[in-house]
């Protein structure tokens, strides 16, 4: 979503405005914070300010969803290829075999393989 700005400084200013709320929003996160003074505080802002700042929550929250996702599949495709490595070698199967179904060099599943025992 693109917001027009009558002039660069209203541009900046919503832009620190929702930096700083981004930077509240991860310190909330490890600290707890009182909810309704939140609340208060955001009722001085514009507006606009507050869908700025909305927009920005919105951007942040699906940025980490995004990184979540790809970090969960990242696992447990590492995950999925140690098993077939560890069942492979449980049933015989050689290293230079392994190393042609999982795509890995040999020294990287013979070291899965050490890792992993």
């Given at each position: 979503?693109?917001?027009?700005?009558e002039d660069?400084?209203?541009?900046?200013?919503l832009?620190?405005i929702s930096?700083?709320v981004?930077?509240?929003y991860?310190?909330?996160?490890i600290?707890?914070?009182?909810l309704?003074?939140?609340?208060?505080?955001?009722?001085t802002?514009?507006?606009?300010a507050?869908?700025?700042?909305?927009?920005?929550?919105?951007l942040?929250?699906?940025?980490g969803?995004?990184?979540g996702?790809?970090?969960?599949?990242?696992?447990?495709?590492?995950?999925?290829?140690?098993d077939?490595?560890?069942?492979?070698?449980q049933?015989?199967i050689?290293?230079?075999?392994l190393?042609?179904?999982?795509g890995?060099?040999?020294?990287k599943?013979?070291k899965?393989i050490?890792?992993?025992?």
């Amino acid at each position: 979503m693109e917001i027009f700005f009558e002039d660069e400084e209203a541009k900046i200013k919503l832009f620190i405005i929702s930096l700083l709320v981004a930077v509240w929003y991860k310190f909330n996160e490890i600290v707890e914070i009182n909810l309704d003074e939140l609340k208060k505080i955001l009722e001085t802002f514009s507006p606009n300010a507050k869908k700025e700042i909305l927009t920005t929550y919105q951007l942040i929250k699906q940025e980490g969803i995004k990184e979540g996702l790809e970090q969960g599949l990242e696992q447990g495709i590492e995950r999925k290829t140690i098993d077939v490595i560890m069942r492979g070698h449980q049933n015989g199967i050689s290293i230079s075999i392994l190393s042609a179904i999982t795509g890995l060099n040999e020294e990287k599943v013979q070291k899965t393989i050490k890792d992993n025992r």
